[in-house]
């Protein structure tokens, strides 16, 4: 039962209430007023943790009793997870062969190429075809987006199987499990944000993020050996990332708050060295992006600069560094980045394996032979993570020379890699979805029309997926209500694991632009020209000339589908100086805007430019309040089909450090990094009819 | 210039927000009908965008924001409460300006923001949208600040609170923690209490009674040995179980007489206190009419019984009872201040969320398979939806703005024929996937409402229960105690779900039908055509009407699209803690 607290506390309950509200109260009072109300420190149980009941579950499977024997089948109470997992009905009992239980998340899974061609197969033919003593059997328990804590929970089920070898490929979800540990704890956050927001010094951030991330993989690595027992074999396979063809999405490069004049210096650099590597001018590109480097160390785009400037100097071990340091600026969550490893873990795990017992697969060392120290891209990689046939075929070769090797057998070399490929249709699924991923992600669009062109080359049937995705992706209709998707979804059962890629987030889908845009050019080499329904459907779907368009939804400003993971504002706001928006027209059609904006914090009056085109059009008075303007771009600058509108922001000249708040998680983003400007209505339309004019 | 203000309820749940532009109520809409997730607490954005678009504003037009609670009495309360949950640094560590910089950052919002009290809102939300300028004022829910129940007169613009009960005595709290110990969740299952009752019999009313002590004028005290809720644990404490003789209901377990029993016992504790305390307002104020708000009047078994048992003449219930409606509250008590006027007419609709046009629906329907027809003409399309309601069909009516507060009232319904047998479970089972026994609930042409219920005045707004008395057998629509919760539909304020119902009336004599919320069980009510789509394929309604269009299932074969949105689709979720009302 409860007891009612006495009523005479509640002027006591009043008084703290107001002093806490007033934030500018006295401490003394406080903690007198809290002991009154007897209100602690003593933290509470968390009763939710208790109460879960072992099942004997390893992941899916559940297991049963056949014949006396316990082996392990899919449990339909969990068919909602099926997907993240081989297609592998029933895990036998362990029998005469050798058993090693392959854990990971969806590299191990062989990402867009599974179900048809995975890391646990071409594993299995090459141990089976090159031991000389031994059979063997590998269970394939990888998951898609298994984080750390998931998989130890996986490896200690997976002990049930009573394996002869656990092998680990796995690691590339580990920061979420860096955040959560940075979030329930409150003296690493009040480190990180120290470090981050108080004294704006990057690289003690990164010193601390580091520092803590090595600490979470040793108890990872701790953990494996102490749950598994001093003897069983452990090989952990330490991933690679796509150095050269996965870059840094819009999301990432949000701009940093810096103080003084640094965000005008930074984009000055970023602008000069995007210049002088048009011009391949190599010597000042890496000038103008150690400039950069030097402004904001925690920017990616400093160091992917750098690194193409050493590309063109064929400096590939300089490059190599500054794009492994740009993908490692994920560490400060700029916005949801997709997986990968970080430096800091590989060091871990190579420095604190052998300590553990646990063997070691160093991918990345394994891919740069293989590449004769070039930077592994499109070649290994159909996108940030997740190898090609290939990168599979040359990492799984290393991982059984490894198993062969613990396990005394010797190689026989009578199976290499190279030979065991899948069919043509897997290769061309895997591509034309490494395309939408790539897309998704942000990535330009001469990576998606690669793949593209790949899927169209392994497969001319992949045609007609591409049309039909064309075709749904320029509809306003969600995709999953879009008739295109079920022709799509009724045609080729091999979508089947991949069709949650072809959903947007919900009230966020993007036109897709550059990734339509290749679709069409690579049917084009296939010989089908989709131009004209294309710009049909656009003009349809999204033009201007018979309706307002309101250009804040996403389909018309988005270009992936990551996410800033701070306080969302009810308007959308500006974090680079140039934001540009999409707008579907028509040739020597005027176009009138509605549009209220605002620079916060500006204190005096300043300009934005709006561009069409690239063309400017206007010029618009801004203040720090929000004001309304009517817009009219004149017909000539129009073109048929899409074209960019840009608003070009005030670059701040000198800037003090943000405000402090002391609680909100999410106000270390909102202060770390700048709004350049807000926009709460923008609309579009060449129609008078639709057109409000202000007086 | 116009005089615009913003109401605002949120961080609790069910937020919400609405404008009133010179005193007219020009928008509400709850959150949770854009983020899709239910109970949304989260600050209005979505909520907030519509209802600048709506009033034809951009935020710099905005004169004042008006929230619907005092944090810094609220913070009083949760110190005093003693929940197990607080500690001194989790205290510290909050911000606790928090709601007006939430507010100001997130919306982009630098002008005046006022905070009124949460009961002064819910008495603001009833009082001035009644129409009435004299009235005594009645507000009950689970907490607000401190206050739990409040008695109030409104005279003209001015609105007083005269008396409270404070927390933790709190009749919704009661409400709740029945709820809970019969196996429904806190916050959300009281409506399942509610159409539970009249399956009972009051066998267990002494022992209600136990848990709830009278006290002088508007007072009375909770036997805290029942109760837990303090801790913020769980509502009861394990003497009702012993009180009782009975183990807590687990959820989704089978639903016992004895279940019936404490349900309708606790339904006639309730309407007895209500009862006595309405005499005890009226002998206060004086006054003919009452006005009623916080969740407890969305007890409209009660609501009726309380104006058939008090000496008021009329009764006026927001029709929003619950938070989302404090935002209406919260911006009429800005309005008044500001301008010194109260509202300038009584809330006939609550028709105040979004609608679509027909060219965005046919450009979304052209994007599906589905086979559908246009009819642009009104009086062809109610005939062509009548024959099917006739015919036994289920019809997913979305037509103009959608409805504000928890009931679907034609804008966004899912209709049938109330005389079939077996309708009541069919839509229960295969289109709200819901337990068996939840009651629906008839909608009536105004005109015709006397031949068939016991009620003499218009109840737009579906909040009061009445006795069926009409010739035609409605059992779909008729509870167990031959009562319904009516919903009385005139031309004026829904032209086109008039002008169904006649037409309906026209083909077989009745001009009642069957009228629930268009969503399934813990989804909220569809916004848009989209959702009503998914609803449609995901579902066993057989028609659906979006706007001036007609989609038949039997036309269609939606197996690939139920496939891909019952399975595929991710549904954004939001849940109270279902087993104890937070304070937190």
Redesign the interface.
């Known amino acids: 039962m409860s007891v009612r607290p006495s009523s005479a506390l509640r002027e006591k309950a009043d008084a703290l209430a107001l002093l806490l509200s007033s934030g500018q109260s006295s401490t003394i009072a406080i903690n007198a007023l809290f002991e009154e109300l007897g209100i602690t420190n003593e933290q509470i149980a968390d009763t939710a943790l208790h109460g879960s009941v072992a099942t004997g579950h390893i992941g899916i499977y559940k297991p049963e009793e056949v014949d006396g024997e316990i082996v392990y089948s899919r449990d339909v109470s969990r068919k909602a997870r099926w997907t993240y997992f081989a297609d592998i009905p029933v895990i036998p009992a362990k029998g005469t062969r050798k058993r090693v239980v392959l854990l990971g998340e969806s590299v191990a899974r062989g990402f867009l190429l599974d179900p048809g061609f995975t890391p646990a197969q071409v594993l299995g033919t090459l141990l089976n075809g090159n031991a000389d003593k031994d059979e063997f059997e590998v269970i394939d328990l990888a998951e898609t987006n298994l984080g750390m804590a998931g998989l130890k929970e996986r490896y200690r089920e997976a002990l049930a199987l009573e394996p002869d070898m656990v092998l680990f490929l796995a690691g590339n979800n580990w920061r979420d499990d860096l955040v959560n540990m940075i979030l329930t704890d409150k003296t690493y956050l009040s480190r990180v944000k120290d470090a981050l927001v108080v004294n704006q010094d990057i690289s003690s951030a990164r010193t601390i993020l580091e520092e803590l991330f090595s600490k979470l993989v040793g108890s990872f690595l701790e953990y494996v050996r102490t749950v598994g027992g001093p003897e069983l074999p452990v090989i952990f396979a330490i991933p690679e990332f796509n150095l050269l063809d996965c870059r840094s999405t819009p999301g990432e490069r949000f701009i940093s708050r810096l103080p003084d004049n640094g965000i005008a210096g930074w984009i000055a650099a970023r602008d000069q060295a995007e210049l002088a590597l048009k011009e391949q001018d190599a010597q000042r590109g890496i000038a103008e992006a150690n400039r950069m480097i030097a402004l904001d160390p925690s920017h990616p785009y400093g160091y992917e600069l750098l690194a193409d400037a050493h590309l063109l100097l064929q400096e590939y071990d300089k490059a190599r560094v500054y794009l492994e340091t740009a993908r490692d600026t994920a560490l400060f969550c700029r916005t949801n980045s997709k997986p990968r490893m970080f430096n800091i873990t590989r060091q871990t795990i190579l420095r604190e394996a052998a300590t553990h017992k646990i063997g070691v697969v160093d991918i990345p060392e394994v891919f740069s032979r293989h590449l004769n120290g070039r930077i592994p891209g499109k070649d290994l990689f159909l996108d940030y993570c997740h190898f090609t046939a290939e990168g599979i075929q040359v990492a799984m070769q290393a991982v059984a020379d490894k198993v062969l090797a613990l396990s005394g057998n010797k190689a026989s070399g009578k199976v290499p890699a190279a030979s065991i490929r899948p069919d043509q249709e897997v290769h061309a699924m895997a591509h034309l979805f490494a395309a939408i991923h790539n897309a998704h992600w942000g990535q330009q669009y001469g990576i998606l029309y690669h793949h593209c062109v790949k899927a169209l080359q392994y497969s001319k049937e992949i045609a007609r997926t591409m049309i039909y995705y064309c075709d749904m992706m320029n509809r306003s209709a969600s995709n999953n209500l879009c008739k295109t998707l079920e022709i799509l979804v009724t045609g080729n059962t091999r979508l089947d694991r991949y069709v949650h890629a072809l959903l947007h987030p919900r009230s966020g889908k993007t036109m897709e632009i550059d990734l339509v845009n290749a679709m069409v050019a690579a049917l084009q080499t296939a010989g089908v020209n989709l131009n004209k329904y294309v710009d049909d459907l656009r003009n349809k779907e999204h033009g201007v000339a018979g309706q307002a368009v309101n250009l804040l939804e996403t389909f018309y400003h988005a270009t992936s589908y990551d996410e800033y993971q701070g306080t969302k504002a009810a308007f959308y706001q500006a974090r680079d100086a140039q934001s540009v928006f999409f707008l579907v027209a028509a040739k020597d059609e005027p176009v009138f805007f509605d549009i209220s904006l605002r620079v916060p914090g500006l204190q005096e009056e300043g300009k934005i430019r709006v561009l069409l085109n690239g063309v400017q059009v206007s010029e618009v008075a801004v203040s720090g309040k929000w004001t309304r303007h009517s817009l009219t771009v004149p017909a000539d600058i129009c073109t048929n089909g899409i074209n960019t509108v840009t608003i070009s922001w005030p670059v701040p000249e000198q800037l003090v450090a943000a405000e402090q708040r002391t609680t909100a998680d999410e106000a270390i983003l909102d202060a770390a990094f700048y709004v350049f400007g807000e926009i709460v209505t923008f609309t579009a339309t060449s129609n008078t009819a639709t057109h409000f004019e202000l007086n | 210039m116009s005089l615009n203000i913003i109401g605002i309820s949120a961080f609790y749940h069910d937020s919400a927000c609405c404008i009133l532009q010179d005193g007219v109520l020009k928008a509400a809409v709850q959150e949770e009908r854009f983020s899709?997730k239910k109970n949304d607490p989260d600050l209005p954005?979505?909520a907030?965008?519509y209802c600048?678009?709506e009033a034809g504003i951009?935020?710099?037009d905005i004169d004042c924001i008006a929230y619907y609670e005092d944090?810094?009495?609220k913070?009083?309360?949760q110190?005093?409460?003693?929940s197990?949950?607080?500690?001194?640094?989790s205290?510290?560590?909050?911000?606790?300006?928090?709601v007006e910089r939430q507010i100001r950052?997130?919306?982009?919002y630098?002008g005046p923001v006022r905070f009124y009290e949460h009961h002064l809102s819910h008495a603001a939300s009833s009082y001035y949208y009644s129409g009435y300028d004299h009235a005594a004022i009645l507000t009950v829910d689970g907490v607000g600040e401190?206050a739990t129940t409040t008695y109030g007169i409104g005279k003209g613009a001015k609105l007083e609170l005269f008396e409270e009960v404070s927390f933790?005595d709190s009749l919704g709290l009661l409400y709740s923690t029945i709820t809970s110990y019969l196996g429904f969740s806190v916050n959300s299952g009281e409506y399942k209490v509610m159409g539970l009752a009249p399956y009972g019999k009051p066998l267990y009313v002494d022992k209600i009674r136990q848990l709830i002590r009278n006290g002088e004028a508007g007072q009375y005290e909770l036997n805290?040995?029942?109760?837990?809720?303090?801790?913020g644990?769980k509502m009861y404490?394990?003497?009702l179980p012993a009180l009782f003789g009975l183990a807590p209901r687990k959820k989704e377990t089978a639903i016992l007489p004895v279940h019936e029993d404490i349900a309708v016992s606790l339904q006639v504790v309730l309407e007895e206190v209500l009862i006595e305390k309405a005499r005890y307002l009226h002998e206060k104020t004086g006054a003919e009419n009452l006005c009623m708000a916080g969740g407890v009047a969305l007890n409209c078994v009660a609501n009726g019984k309380i104006l058939k048992s008090s000496p008021f003449k009329q009764l006026f219930v927001q029709p929003a009872a619950g938070d989302a409606g404090c935002a209406l509250g919260a911006a009429a008590l800005a309005h008044a201040d500001l301008s010194g006027e109260g509202m300038t007419s009584q809330l006939e609709h609550v028709y105040l969320g979004p609608s679509y046009g027909s060219?965005e629906i046919k450009?979304?329907l052209s994007?599906?398979?589905l086979r559908y027809t246009q009819h642009k003409d009104d009086e062809e399309l109610v005939k062509q939806v009548a024959q099917r309601l006739a015919e036994g069909k289920v019809i997913g009516w979305f037509h103009g703005r959608m409805e504000f507060g928890p009931r679907s009232l034609g804008a966004r319904s899912i209709l049938a024929d109330p005389r079939g047998a077996d309708m009541r479970d069919r839509i229960n089972a295969m289109v709200k996937k819901r337990e068996a026994f939840r009651p629906f609930a008839p909608a009536v042409l105004e005109s015709a409402t006397g031949e068939h219920f016991d009620i003499d005045h218009p109840s737009p707004f579906m909040l009061e229960t009445c006795q069926v008395i009409s010739s035609f057998d409605l059992p779909a629509i008729t509870h167990v105690d031959g009562s319904a919760r009516v919903q009385t539909v005139g031309e004026k304020t829904n032209p086109r779900f008039a002008a169904l119902l006649k037409a309906f009336a026209d083909l077989t004599g009745c001009p009642i039908l069957l009228n629930t919320s268009f969503n399934v069980r813990d989804e909220p009510i569809v916004c848009n055509p989209?959702e009503a789509?998914?609803c449609f394929v995901t579902t066993d309604i057989d028609c659906l009407i979006l706007e001036d269009f007609i989609i038949d299932n039997e036309n269609n074969d939606t197996s690939?699209?139920e496939?891909?949105?019952q399975n595929?689709?991710?549904r954004?979720s939001f849940e109270l803690n279902p087993n104890v009302y937070t304070f937190i």
């Open positions: 899709r954005k979505a907030f965008n600048l678009k951009t935020i710099s944090p810094v009495k913070l009083s309360r110190l005093w409460s003693g197990r949950f607080i500690t001194a640094d205290i510290r560590n909050t911000d606790h300006a928090a950052e997130q919306f982009g630098d401190w933790p805290m040995e029942y109760f837990d809720f303090l801790k644990e404490s394990e003497a060219a450009k979304l994007a599906t398979s989209e789509l998914i690939i699209l496939m891909i949105n595929l689709l991710e954004p």
